[in-house]
């Protein structure tokens, strides 16, 4: 079936370090891709989508770019801040149901 | 904003007990989902629902039930909670839709069962 695989954290930077959380998928038919952040104490919300190959989403100086060839979705900043010490979760809607695949999750802690 | 509201963000129970988790949105929105969330193994679909009246399994529904009874409103019922099922839960809904589309979450009700 369906899967997420993305790396085992904690990733710990600095402030303003390069980021990125690597996300690979299994999925059998033209899924779209989504990174979901959760800030302490919250539920989770949505950081950015794309829905289809070679699509890039970006939002709050993050991006990923949907790659088919490696069936991946890597998260990226350039620059982080200590706001943005949370897990964050890659997933995957099959694009028939409205059912999510999600990653193990990636804690990321940010120190000044 | 669609705002998804959870009855309680922190619950403790007694094994054998029955545990009711409410999940209400203001977005009439038609599917509404319950995940259980576990640090190492994310988020696993417990059940979902694509409208009053109707659910689905999903990956692990066993020893939950839920109701629909009204739109709006999405429960989570526990029949006889036990230790294992400590954990996150977390509610979602979505916009019955043609196209992917974003989920919103609840903020999460932490059950511990002693």
């Known amino acids: 079936g369906d899967s997420v695989t993305q790396m085992e954290g904690p990733v710990t930077l600095s402030e303003e370090a390069f980021l990125t959380i690597n996300c690979t998928y299994t999925?059998?038919?033209?899924?779209?891709l989504f990174w979901y952040v959760q800030y302490p104490g919250e539920g989770l919300q949505l950081l950015l989508k794309a829905t289809k190959a070679d699509d890039k989403g970006s939002n709050k100086g993050f991006e990923a770019t949907y790659r088919k060839e490696t069936t991946s979705f890597h998260l990226e900043k350039g620059s982080v801040q200590v706001s943005d010490s949370a897990v964050y979760f890659c997933?995957?809607?099959?694009?028939?149901?409205?059912?999510?695949?999600f990653g193990t999750g990636t804690r990321l802690q940010v120190f000044p | 904003d669609v705002k998804v509201t959870q009855s309680s963000r922190y619950l403790v129970k007694r094994t054998g007990e029955k545990v009711f988790l409410e999940c209400v949105q203001d977005?009439?929105?038609?599917?509404m989902f319950w995940y259980r969330q576990d640090p190492g193994l994310g988020l696993r679909l417990i059940y979902f629902s694509y409208d009053v009246k109707m659910k689905e399994k999903g990956d692990i529904p066993e020893g939950y039930s839920v109701s629909r009874e009204k739109k709006e409103r999405f429960s989570l019922i526990l029949e006889s909670a036990s230790t294992n099922q400590t954990s996150m839960y977390l509610c979602a809904s979505i916009l019955q839709r043609t196209g992917p589309d974003t989920q919103y979450f609840g903020p999460g009700t932490r059950l511990t069962v002693l």
């Open positions: 997933a995957l809607s099959d694009g028939y149901t409205d059912k999510l695949i």
């Open positions: 977005m009439d929105h038609e599917n």
């Open positions: 999925a059998t038919g033209y899924p779209s």
